[in-house]
């Protein structure tokens, strides 16, 4: 029989068992809040600091031994072009290497290789990228130290993300999609092509839209390959210039991008060159806050409107 | 077979229907092939890169290792590769890396844990949709402007509180280290939490047991493989970092463990190399290659080792 003594006991237990739960949780959301708050912090103070500088000016001059005329204009172009060559290189390759490994990949050993080789990339350092860059890009293939150069590192860099999301985005498609399409006598490609592409596109494009924004943040490889910190000209633009330079001459120009043009402020001692550094790196924080958003956007839409 | 009954009566047009059919088959079959050999090729690309990073580490590394005996690279207790007296003493670099990285698991690997509890047994539904889409923007800031943070916000505010701290610090950089991995260790053991079956849980809430009690004594142990790579994967994010510890921490070698001095890391010793005006092929030039083949090693370790983590510890339901 239970004593009043003892149901006193056990509610005594269980008030400090929910104490317990509540400290826990409270720990929680303050250790949340560690994350959240050093985020804000980081943000406004960086904004504070650099927004004021943000004017027309400061997008369209190049870098200047002057901290109050120098600009970023060849580091946006430079990121700009750069990305698009890392996009150009990893996106077909890393969609095809996840569509093989999901929809052809024989389970042997080769196929066992390629999957643990893909989950080991994507856990070395970037600067190690870097390094194979400099060996092979700059010096074995003789690229040089140019916006080719770059592209490739970064490229290689952000393969195994692509690989990785192609992959998830293909795994949620339902098998009986692929059971239809195979039993209408369509083959593997047909079916690659008509149906499990189309219908994993948005995953896709959330994989890649979240290795660009690591890309375009990476500074270590880049300044491993020996990219130039004070580039005051932009790459020749395509059949402009005297004499007219190739259409694809400036994939071999030298170039800065943002990150390491802010890199090369902050490592100045004057206050002035700090403040262009906020400005710089509110600009980068900004691209890389807007591809994020985009990417959990196009997450959340593709959730809400599948139903398999 | 439906092809073949409603074809007209004369024999030659059946025949020429079919093998036209099975033409169109051959041929679909050849186009198939060459497919899927071009994807099998993007595929095993991947198993290239690291063939070559390995190749260029090793082939640049050799250079080195030809003038530099290779006890001499493990124990010498100097790093001065760019002065007259040169020496390559590789722990120098490595107690920057371990010290940083110590200071920054310190931080990352307790809060990462704490959240990554929180959301998947404590938090609610919106919480959890809010968070973690935030801690994935956190995780995707760039370094380098952590590395402006540690060296223009916290070291001012940690010098107001020790004065004696260098401009230039390890702990500075490490507890904004630890910030930066905070998201992958919370993200990888919270999916982790969130794979134990339901069941289990079920099973400690009807014997009495209350939230922490079931978070720290049945999801806990169950995920442990998950966390445990989890972790894993913090380390090496922590041992790869660059700018931060380019920028926050100074790059001067120093043979420490005192996170309150400067120092310099693997990672911000190439950094410093590759800006500097070095020809290629002179030895302090390839000493970065012997570097970043220390930090290949040590990465490598790591990965096996959360490998064999994983199959140690699985819990297979």
Request: with cysteine; charged share 10%.
């Amino acid at each position: 029989m239970l004593q009043a003594a003892d149901l006193a006991t056990i509610r005594a237990i269980i008030t400090r068992a929910k104490r317990w739960d509540m400290l826990f949780a409270l720990l929680g959301i303050l250790s949340l809040m560690v994350g959240v708050l050093t985020f804000t912090v980081l943000f406004v103070d960086m904004a504070i600091q650099g927004v004021p500088r943000l004017d027309y000016n400061f997008f369209t001059s190049f870098p200047s031994r002057k901290a109050a005329n120098a600009g970023i204009l060849s580091a946006w172009v430079g990121t700009i072009l750069v990305m698009l060559l890392t996009a150009l290189a990893a996106v077909p390759l890393g969609v095809a290497a996840g569509v093989y490994l999901e929809e052809y990949a024989p389970k042997n050993w080769i196929t066992d290789i390629i999957e643990i080789n893909i989950s080991n990339l994507a856990g070395i350092p970037s600067i190690v990228y870097g390094l194979l860059a400099l060996g092979l890009f700059v010096y074995y293939f003789g690229f040089g130290q140019s916006i080719l150069s770059a592209g490739l590192t970064l490229a290689l860099l952000i393969l195994p993300v692509i690989i990785v999301a192609t992959r998830e985005a293909i795994r949620a498609i339902p098998q009986s999609i692929h059971e239809g399409s195979y039993a209408c006598g369509a083959t593997t490609w047909q079916t690659v092509s008509d149906h499990i592409l189309p219908y994993s596109s948005a995953g896709i494009l959330t994989g890649v839209i979240i290795g660009m924004a690591r890309a375009i943040g990476e500074t270590a490889p880049i300044i491993t390959i020996g990219a130039l910190t004070f580039i005051a000209f932009l790459p020749p633009a395509p059949f402009a210039g005297d004499p007219p330079a190739g259409l694809f001459e400036w994939i071999f120009a030298p170039f800065t991008v943002m990150p390491i043009q802010m890199f090369n402020w902050t490592s100045r001692p004057e206050a002035a060159f700090t403040i262009n550094a906020a400005a710089a790196g509110f600009v980068l924080v900004f691209m890389t806050l807007a591809m994020n958003g985009l990417a959990i956007y196009v997450r959340y839409r593709l959730r809400k409107n599948i139903k398999w | 077979m439906s092809a073949n009954a409603s074809a007209p009566s004369g024999s030659l047009p059946i025949g020429k229907g079919v093998s036209d059919r099975l033409s169109k088959k051959a041929s679909r079959h050849v186009k198939e092939r060459i497919i899927e050999f071009l994807l099998f090729c993007a595929a095993a690309f991947s198993v290239f890169v690291t063939v070559a990073i390995v190749w260029v580490l090793v082939k640049e590394s050799w250079v080195f290792f030809e003038h530099v005996p290779l006890s001499d690279f493990l124990f010498d207790t100097q790093w001065t590769p760019l002065f007259d007296d040169a020496h390559y003493g590789i722990m120098v670099l490595l107690s920057g890396t371990i010290t940083s990285s110590g200071v920054a698991l310190l931080v990352a690997i307790p809060l990462g844990t704490i959240i990554a509890l929180y959301l998947s047994e404590f938090a609610g539904f919106k919480v959890r949709e809010i968070a973690k889409p935030f801690l994935e923007l956190l995780g995707g800031v760039p370094t380098i402007v952590y590395g402006y943070f540690a060296l223009t916000f916290l070291t001012p505010i940690l010098q107001s509180i020790y004065p004696d701290l260098p401009g230039f610090n390890l702990l500075s950089a490490g507890l904004v280290m630890g910030i930066m991995i905070i998201p992958y260790v919370a993200s990888l053991s919270e999916d982790a939490m969130r794979a134990v079956p339901m069941a289990l849980r079920e099973g400690s809430y009807a014997m009495g047991a209350t939230r922490l009690q079931t978070a720290l004594w049945v999801v806990t142990p169950a995920a442990t493989s998950g966390i445990a790579s989890a972790y894993i994967l913090g380390i090496s994010r922590a041992v790869g970092e660059t700018m931060i510890l380019a920028v926050a921490a100074g790059m001067q070698p120093n043979l420490t463990f005192n996170p309150t001095e400067p120092g310099a890391t693997i990672t911000s010793y190439i950094v410093q190399v590759a800006l500097g005006d070095l020809p290629h092929g002179s030895i302090g030039y390839q000493t970065i290659f012997a570097a970043g083949l220390t930090l290949l090693l040590m990465t490598l370790a790591f990965n096996l080792l959360g490998y064999w983590l994983r199959k140690r510890f699985r819990e297979v339901y």
